[in-house]
């Protein structure tokens, strides 16, 4: 029961920035919005967080909305090295505890 | 070297036996997590402990058991395997802050064949 809804897949052209789309309409008030990548079958590799202001890093933007039930995660120039699976997580409470709880994540392939 | 280090990288095993997956880190982590990942699915919390003290089960932890030997070690072990517990599995780590950020760490994973 993903806490979170990604398209299972896009594609990119090489150079292009890749706009991928996180839905959390169910997140707690205080709860970061994570995004992981991960290459081939390697482990997720992290590349940004966020609460509720846009966030950017050497690697990717991050645009959160106002109401904070959606983001959307930036390459600017995508490369053929950005083809991967990309996870968007949100901590889930359970028993007590929040996890942070992964979703099937959206497949980008970065095209030449 | 790596931060989270899983042994072994490679196992295939045979239906009924037991084997165990090692995860160590050298970030200094109370958190760490065990995760499975299946072909065209993403990662499912198997096991989950917080301290040293403190382990909890994921959403699919039948078959599965796991120890915490110290802050540093977690692992895994599947007392019978099956053929449906072929899976890639992911260790990771977190230390997460007072103001709910918690960046995770993973392993390289340890992929798991049972015949």
């Known amino acids: 029961d993903a806490k979170t809804t990604q398209p299972p897949s896009m594609d990119c052209a090489e150079g292009r920035a890749a706009n991928l789309p996180c839905n959390h309409s169910?997140?707690?008030?205080?709860?970061?919005v994570y995004w992981y990548r991960q290459i081939h079958s390697q482990g997720p590799q992290y590349i940004i967080h966020?609460?509720?202001n846009n966030e950017t890093n050497e690697m990717a933007s991050l645009i959160i909305t106002e109401d904070r039930k959606s983001s959307t995660l930036i390459l600017p120039h995508a490369t053929l090295r950005d083809t991967a699976v990309y996870y968007c997580i949100v901590r889930v409470e359970a028993g007590g505890s929040y996890i942070p709880t992964f979703g099937r994540g959206t497949s980008l392939i970065v095209h030449p | 070297d790596a931060d989270v280090t899983q042994t072994p990288r490679n196992r295939i095993t045979k239906t009924g036996k037991r084997i165990m997956l090692e995860c160590s880190q050298t970030?200094?982590?109370?958190?760490m997590y065990w995760y499975r990942q299946d072909p065209g699915l993403g990662l499912r919390l198997i096991y989950y402990?917080?301290?040293?003290?403190?382990?909890n089960k994921g959403e699919i932890s039948d078959g599965y058991s796991v120890s915490r030997q110290a802050q540093a070690k977690f692992s895994l072990s599947l007392e019978s395997a099956i053929p449906n517990q072929t899976a890639l599995y992911f260790c990771a780590t977190s230390d997460p802050t007072r103001t709910a950020q918690e960046t995770q760490y993973f392993g390289p994973g340890t992929r798991l064949l049972v015949l």
């Open positions: 169910t997140i707690s008030g205080n709860e970061y």
């Open positions: 970030k200094g982590h109370d958190r």
């Open positions: 966020g609460l509720k």
């Open positions: 402990s917080f301290d040293v003290k403190d382990i």
